[in-house]
């Protein structure tokens, strides 16, 4: 693994941050108790509504494990050179289908172009028989040969019964994740850890089992060893172009959590037990959106549902008008529920231009009517208790400023609260007002959250200044923290803010998170 | 709008970006959007009441996703379906062929739905004559040998939209008028016992 590269030029230290004992010690009597997972700030009074994931490690684990059983493939500068051979020979050859137009796609762009190779993060998955099936940009046909090159390298060093993970050159890291029958390939120029460019490997990854099922795909590729996936995936890139938009910038992703529609407990309340009684034999889970942020989710007694497949229920809609036309029912595999089969889901906008958007998930196809008719049972309920009303108050401010911390120095920050498997974070300050900022500044939690999780030395806690920025991050068992302050600020002024942050949160917390998750 | 009748199902029919969505778009919402194409993901259900004489009737629309990966699907979407509007797009000849796909698969499997041959982007012919690639004849030809209405439409300039719906209601209403007995028509959405499919296939 290579810890160098992730550390540019800010001076930072790390190791352990003196404050977490005091901390601990005040907070026996203050009101942020929260060391302990299930009593932080955000923590869920019953149960969680999500699938107990240790987030990170979970969703990297198995990608480790295979790695672990073999050698550690560290001879890059050998494995270029394999790669320039392979150029040349142009192992496999280009099978083109006419059937698939990809003229469609906006993204055309010539590939032997400098432009090209200067994205900063390339994303191709490919077939165990080395088929184009997804790039991010330019074309897949254009690409046949590189993708050809790419897997003759894969099965190249399978064959001598090593696994390759990365190749590191040129300021350039390659990436392989091999998902029987999926080989996907990332080639970033970002800072980000091996570990890191996994993880979004393998969101990649579920979100093509999400719309197939991964009994589809093995079935598809037993039967055809060089099937062209992309027949069947016509008209779904833009859901993985927008999933990757989604990782380079959402928290929720880089967390494994999700955020919360700002609302009073009192109406959250009503409007899940309205969810929770609009209910129907099939259906599994209910789940109110207010664009990306969840307003409730209400869930079948003992089914749980996986960050991971909320947040692709989240990509599916968010990056699709097709669901304001009228009342959306489409297949749809939750991976981290089951890779089998599909669920069924009831998508529908609350009203035409309202952000709020109903999702019924049944395990009937022919539930169509049903979920329908649960959506006017809910709509019913809603309005009798009046409840409408104060939800689309709510959805005037669906964020928060950060000033209402009352820190100062503080601009951002990033608080998952572990067990509920929720976060809460303040809209971005002027100074991060750009979307290159607002990236940077992802870059920077990224980072930290790397330097939390690494998978051999992992710290709790971590302070890093550069000139731009102060951030500090801290994991305890309850919960996470990446704050980020004005450069002027100290370590002492941090660590104190800390503090003042978990309270504050405290104070929030029945509006900001979902205190009391319902099933039925 | 609480419980919401549907006399007749019709279903969407046609391969990817022949413009199925923009046609139910121009209908009920009388627009066309521009900007990039939105492929449709699974179908989309909305239900529109039409004035046919002195009577209401209201259809319930599915338009479904031409993609591939719904196929295994479809057959939930045009079960029970009264009418098919089979899409295809004037200046592609590949969607012609699906639409024969499609007119064969409810031949087989829903031999009581009328199927509606509808030839799309009319707007685009007319702007540049070439682009044409299915003869209107041939077309022609071949809807009277299934049985079938034969339209050509612009969801862009609206023409002969509402003709075609028009139809299809107006159709429903003879036939429905000819077949149905003391039974009222339509299915109470709000109605909890009564399941639509239950009811579809008490029509059929
Ligand atoms: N010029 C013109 N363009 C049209 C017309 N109808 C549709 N289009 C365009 O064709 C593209 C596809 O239209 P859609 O209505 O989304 O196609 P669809 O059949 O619903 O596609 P799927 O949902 O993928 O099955 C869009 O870019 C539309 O703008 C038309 O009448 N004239
Ligand atoms: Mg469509």
């Known amino acids: ?520 | 709008m609480s419980a919401m009748r549907v006399d007749a199902k019709v279903v969407m029919l046609g391969k990817e970006s022949v413009g199925k969505t923009s046609l139910v778009e121009r209908y009920v919402h009388h627009r066309f959007l521009v900007g990039p194409y939105q492929n449709t993901i699974g179908a989309a259900f909305v239900a529109k009441p039409i004035q046919v004489g002195e009577k209401v009737i209201t259809l319930g629309i599915w338009d479904t996703a031409g993609s591939e990966r719904y196929e295994a699907m479809s057959r939930i979407y045009y079960r029970g379906a009264r009418a098919a509007i089979v899409c295809y797009d004037l200046t592609d000849s590949s969607s012609f062929q699906r639409a024969r796909f499609w007119v064969k698969e409810l031949q087989n499997c829903e031999e009581h739905c009328k199927i509606y041959l509808c030839g799309t982007k009319n707007d685009l012919i007319e702007g540049d004559r070439s682009l044409r690639q299915i003869d209107y004849h041939d077309a022609q030809d071949f809807a009277e040998e299934i049985g079938a209405q034969h339209f050509e439409t612009s969801s862009k300039t609206g023409n002969n939209v509402d003709e075609l719906f028009q139809k299809v209601a107006e159709d429903y209403n003879n036939t429905a008028f000819q077949y149905m007995t003391a039974e009222e028509t339509g299915i109470d959405l709000g109605q909890k016992k009564d399941s639509y499919f239950y009811s579809c296939c008490h029509n059929n």
């Open chain 1, 1 to 520: 693994m290579d810890g160098q590269a992730l550390r540019p030029t800010a001076s930072w230290e790390n190791g352990t941050l003196a404050p977490v004992d005091r901390l601990r010690a005040e907070r026996a009597d203050s009101p942020t108790p929260g060391l302990v997972e299930g009593t932080e700030p955000g923590a869920g009074q019953k149960s969680a509504m999500f699938v107990h994931a240790q987030s990170f490690e979970d969703l990297t684990a198995e990608a480790e494990e295979e790695a672990r059983r073999d050698d550690e493939l560290d001879k890059s500068g050998e494995c270029a050179e394999e790669l320039k051979v392979l150029v040349g020979e142009k192992t496999i050859e280009e099978q083109r289908n006419n059937s698939i137009s990809s003229e469609s796609r906006s993204k055309e762009e010539d590939v032997s172009s400098e432009a090209w190779r200067s994205h900063r993060k390339h994303v191709f998955v490919l077939s165990e028989a080395g088929k184009p099936i997804y790039t991010r940009y330019g074309t897949e046909e254009a690409l046949s040969s590189t993708m050809g090159v790419m897997m003759a390298l894969v099965s190249f060093v399978e064959a001598e019964k090593n696994i390759i993970r990365s190749i590191h050159a040129d300021g350039c890291k390659v990436v392989f994740l091999t998902k029987s029958p999926l080989v996907l390939v990332g080639v970033s120029r970002t800072c980000q850890s091996d570990k890191e460019l996994l993880r979004e490997l393998q969101y990649i990854y579920y979100q093509i089992v999400s719309l197939l099922t991964l009994t589809q795909l093995n079935h598809i590729f037993q039967h055809k060893q060089n099937y062209d996936l992309r027949r069947l995936l016509a008209g779904s890139e833009y859901l993985t172009d927008n999933l990757l938009h989604r990782l380079d910038r959402d928290p929720g992703l880089l967390l494994s959590a999700v955020t919360c529609l700002p609302l009073a407990s009192s109406a959250r309340d009503v409007v899940s037990s309205s969810l929770q009684a609009a209910k129907a034999k099939n259906l599994v889970f209910s789940i109110l959106l207010a664009g990306d942020r969840l307003v409730t989710l209400v869930r079948k007694k003992d089914q749980f549902l996986h960050h991971i497949d909320l947040h692709l229920v989240f990509n599916l809609v968010g990056s699709s008008s097709s669901f304001r036309e009228g009342e959306g029912w489409t297949p749809i595999c939750l991976p981290k529920f089951n890779t089998a089969g599909f669920f069924h889901a009831h998508i529908s906008y609350l009203e035409p231009a309202s952000e709020l958007c109903l999702i019924l998930v049944s395990t009937d196809r022919e539930d169509f009517f049903n979920m329908s008719d649960c959506k006017q049972r809910f709509l019913e309920r809603l309005s009798k208790r009046s409840a409408y009303q104060a939800l689309k108050e709510a959805l005037k401010c669906p964020t928060y400023s950060v000033a209402q911390v009352g820190i100062p120095e503080l601009r951002h920050f990033l608080y998952k609260s572990k067990s509920s498997g929720l976060y809460t974070s303040p809209e971005f300050p002027e100074v991060y007002h750009s979307d290159e900022e607002q990236e940077r500044l992802m870059g920077l939690y990224q980072d930290l959250h790397s330097c939390l999780h690494h998978p051999t030395r992992p710290l709790r806690s971590f302070y890093r200044c550069s000139e731009t920025e102060n951030l500090l991050a801290w994991v305890t068992s309850g919960f996470e923290l990446y704050l980020c302050f004005s450069p002027l600020g100290t370590k002492a002024l941090a660590v104190s803010a800390v503090n003042k942050l978990l309270k504050w949160i405290r104070k929030e917390e029945d509006r900001l998170f979902i205190l009391s998750p319902l099933t039925y």
